[in-house]
């Protein structure tokens, strides 16, 4: 069986853009993982000290679209007091 240029170009272009394509899914994939990480762990936070419900609800009262864990982060000091990070 014989291939000319043209085709085997064709076929090398396809695979470049096949494997271009895998590796951006990847990147962004490991880019979500890390998102719903930060999401997850305030939550966790959210949920487990009323110092940081409080924070999140007044936080929401002035940006409703804020989301913890995307636009901002909590924290627990060494006394147990919620505080904000960026």
């Known amino acids: 069986m014989y291939i000319d240029n043209l085709t085997l170009a064709a076929i ?3 695979f470049v853009i ?3 394509t895998i590796w951006v899914a990847h990147r962004a994939n490991i880019g979500h993982r890390e998102n ?3 999401i997850a762990g305030n939550y966790v936070l ?3 000290n ?3 419900i409080k924070l999140c609800k007044a936080i929401h009262s002035l940006h409703p679209d804020a989301c913890p864990g995307l636009d901002y982060s909590l924290r627990v ?3 147990g007091d919620a505080k904000i990070s960026e």
Do not use: D, H, M, Q
């Open 36 to 38: 719903i990480r930060k």
């Open 46 to 48: 959210i949920l487990s």
């Open 50 to 52: 009323e110092e940081a």
């Open 18 to 20: 096949l494997l271009a």
């Open 77 to 79: 000091s060494s006394n």
């Open 12 to 14: 090398a272009t396809v």
